[in-house]
């Protein structure tokens, strides 16, 4: 099993930190930081450790923010060597401490602290602690991010897409924005064609939240941006429609191509192995026969009701496309992984399983899922 995300902050990181800000400023008190950040570091979770460094960077570095925040930038490391972020592991959450100390501390240079987390943010991102500005002046932040979705950076552009997310993973929400979407996408218009990849799937999570709070606006965003798209954008808007399609939302599917209920049967269903020990894998497949006089454009999903500790939760996974001629007939496979994951633990039970094919359900049956020998046995 990988180890917990939030050992990454541990006394060897403060220690590190430590060192990068003393390196730059002797009167920096290195011991005291470290003491500090790491006083009970190993009974917290990762955002709790987090914070309790940023709070040890605000007990130690200068009171005076302007001088603070200018000793910090001087103890960064480079800028992110690519525009993508592949193979960066968790060390650019080296900076996740320095962003918390930001948006806490530096509202009243409010400034002064746009253009620090400009810098951090082409280490790390500054997407979270940014939400704090947009909390307190929103007008104020997205003047800022309208340049800077014309900087050189990929980096900074993606900031303007991915801090300004409606439901941003880890974020706090921004009512303002939740209550003004407009402004929103009004950015990612500036982005939607942006040459670097790592921007343009920002802006399509960006699309798939808005999404889920004002679906008849993304919907219609989407829609005009697939008019004369290029082979880049269309991908984006797939992207950005992906909830939408799972939830089978026929406005999206109409969108992408898929409107309509089928004419199908759906017939010769298999799971394979039909009991699968937590930890293995089960194959399902089935075909897919045409009752229609017309091709068909398919767009071929796979719903699994995952058992939970109460209930179930459904997670749906993207298979395949299919063009199904008049009469035709074709088999569809997908593999469901029961691995063991920190954030996922597979647990024992009946499994439904549904075929979703242009968002219609279409039921497949169930397999079962059972402990492994060695924790039946742990049970007993």
Same mark, same amino acid.
Not at 317 to 345: C, D, M, N, Q, Y
């Given at each position: 099993?990988?180890?917990?995300?939030?050992?990454?902050? *541990?006394?060897?990181? !403060?220690?590190?930190?430590?060192?990068?800000?003393?390196?730059?400023?002797?009167?920096?008190?290195?011991?005291?930081?470290?003491?500090?950040?790491?006083?009970?570091?190993? *009974?917290?979770?990762?955002?709790?450790?987090?914070?309790?460094?940023?709070?040890?960077?605000?007990?130690?570095?200068?009171?005076?923010?302007?001088?603070?925040?200018?000793?910090?930038?001087?103890?960064?490391?480079?800028?992110?060597?690519?525009? +993508?972020?592949?193979?960066?592991?968790?060390?650019?959450?080296?900076?996740?401490?320095? @962003?918390?100390?930001?948006?806490?501390?530096?509202?009243?240079?409010?400034?002064? *602290?746009?253009?620090?987390?400009? +810098?951090?943010?082409?280490?790390? @991102?500054?997407?979270?602690?940014?939400?704090?500005?947009?909390?307190?002046?929103? +007008?104020?932040t997205l003047a800022a991010m309208r340049r800077w979705a014309r900087d050189d950076d990929p980096h900074v552009r993606r900031l303007v897409s +991915?801090?300004?997310?409606?439901?941003?993973?880890?974020?706090?929400?921004?009512?303002?924005?939740?209550?003004?979407?407009?402004?929103?996408?009004?950015?990612?218009? $500036?982005?939607?064609?942006?040459?670097?990849?790592?921007?343009?799937?920002?802006?399509?999570?960006?699309?798939?939240? $808005?999404?889920?709070?004002?679906?008849?606006?993304?919907?219609?965003?989407?829609?005009?941006?697939?008019?004369?798209?290029?082979?880049?954008?269309?991908?984006?808007?797939?992207?950005?429609?992906?909830?939408?399609?799972?939830?089978?939302?026929?406005?999206?599917?109409? @969108?992408?191509?898929?409107?309509?209920?089928?004419?199908?049967?759906?017939?010769?269903?298999?799971?394979?192995?039909?009991?699968?020990?937590?930890?293995?894998?089960?194959?399902?497949?089935?075909?897919?026969?045409?009752?229609?006089?017309?091709?068909? *454009?398919?767009?071929?999903?796979?719903?699994?009701?995952?058992?939970?500790?109460?209930?179930?939760?459904?997670?749906?996974?993207?298979?395949?496309?299919?063009?199904?001629?008049?009469?035709?007939?074709?088999?569809?496979?997908? @593999?469901?992984?029961?691995?063991?994951?920190?954030?996922?633990?597979?647990?024992?039970?009946?499994?439904?399983?549904?075929?979703?094919?242009?968002?219609?359900?279409?039921?497949?049956?169930?397999?079962? !899922?059972?402990?492994?020998?060695?924790?039946?046995?742990?049970?007993?």
């Amino acid at each position: 099993m990988a180890e917990p995300l939030k050992h990454f902050f *541990s006394p060897a990181l !403060v220690r590190r930190i430590g060192r990068s800000i003393a390196e730059v400023e002797p009167s920096f008190p290195e011991r005291a930081f470290v003491r500090d950040a790491s006083r009970d570091l190993q *009974s917290l979770e990762l955002l709790a450790r987090a914070a309790r460094i940023a709070d040890a960077l605000a007990a130690h570095l200068p009171p005076d923010y302007p001088r603070a925040i200018a000793i910090l930038l001087r103890s960064l490391g480079p800028p992110h060597a690519t525009d +993508e972020l592949v193979g960066a592991g968790m060390e650019p959450f080296f900076y996740l401490p320095h @962003t918390m100390f930001v948006a806490e501390r530096g509202l009243d240079h409010f400034d002064l *602290s746009l253009d620090a987390q400009v +810098e951090l943010t082409k280490r790390f @991102t500054a997407e979270g602690s940014i939400r704090a500005y947009l909390l307190r002046d929103p +007008e104020r932040t997205l003047a800022a991010m309208r340049r800077w979705a014309r900087d050189d950076d990929p980096h900074v552009r993606r900031l303007v897409s +991915e801090g300004t997310r409606l439901r941003l993973p880890w974020a706090r929400r921004v009512p303002w924005l939740d209550a003004h979407p407009e402004r929103v996408v009004a950015l990612l218009e $500036l982005l939607k064609d942006d040459p670097a990849s790592v921007v343009r799937r920002s802006v399509a999570n960006s699309l798939n939240d $808005l999404s889920k709070v004002h679906p008849a606006l993304a919907n219609a965003t989407c829609a005009a941006w697939l008019r004369g798209a290029s082979d880049e954008r269309r991908a984006l808007v797939e992207h950005a429609l992906r909830s939408a399609v799972k939830r089978g939302d026929p406005t999206a599917l109409a @969108t992408l191509g898929f409107g309509g209920a089928p004419k199908i049967a759906i017939g010769a269903v298999r799971f394979e192995p039909a009991r699968v020990t937590i930890g293995g894998r089960a194959r399902v497949s089935f075909a897919i026969a045409s009752a229609a006089r017309a091709t068909q *454009s398919l767009l071929v999903d796979l719903a699994v009701h995952f058992v939970k500790a109460r209930g179930t939760s459904r997670k749906v996974f993207k298979i395949r496309r299919v063009e199904l001629p008049p009469r035709g007939r074709v088999i569809v496979e997908s @593999t469901v992984s029961l691995a063991v994951h920190t954030t996922r633990k597979p647990r024992p039970g009946r499994h439904v399983v549904e075929a979703l094919v242009n968002g219609v359900a279409h039921p497949l049956g169930a397999f079962d !899922v059972v402990a492994a020998p060695a924790e039946r046995k742990a049970r007993r």
